[in-house]
């Protein structure tokens, strides 16, 4: 089974921005790939999704900020996120969709002045 580990995770100022990366053990070039988050008390949301061909889709709340992209050369999936916002911060998770779907650990984003 492909094994996700996310990074990039941090502390910013609101309108800051943070680059997180999803490194799999293995390729994922073929799946269909996503990045969801869950801040304290609310439920896990998908904030975007890359599929093998690279279209992507986003929730509401995040387009226009964040950007999901994938490295042709490596096993790595991308998350650009740019303007941040408090009502941001959460803990970030890479999923692999395609069944049997597989999460990694997560990845602190704090955003606070």
């Known amino acids: 089974q492909v094994q996700l580990v996310e990074s990039g995770g941090g502390l910013v100022q609101p309108g800051g921005s943070l680059r997180l990366a999803c490194a799999a053990s293995?390729?994922?070039?073929?799946?269909?790939m996503g990045w969801y988050r869950q801040a304290p008390g609310k439920q896990r949301e998908m904030v975007a999704t890359?599929?093998?061909?690279?279209?992507?889709m986003y929730a509401d709340s995040v387009k226009g900020r964040f950007t999901i992209s994938r490295s042709s050369g490596e096993n790595t999936v991308y998350l650009q996120m740019n303007g941040l916002k408090p009502e941001d911060a959460a803990v970030y998770y890479c999923?692999?969709?395609?069944?049997?779907?597989?999460w990694g650990q997560g990845t602190q984003v704090t955003v606070s002045s």
């Open positions: 293995g390729r994922i070039s073929e799946f269909y």
């Open positions: 890359i599929t093998s061909s690279g279209s992507t």
């Open positions: 999923k692999k969709i395609t069944n049997p779907s597989v």
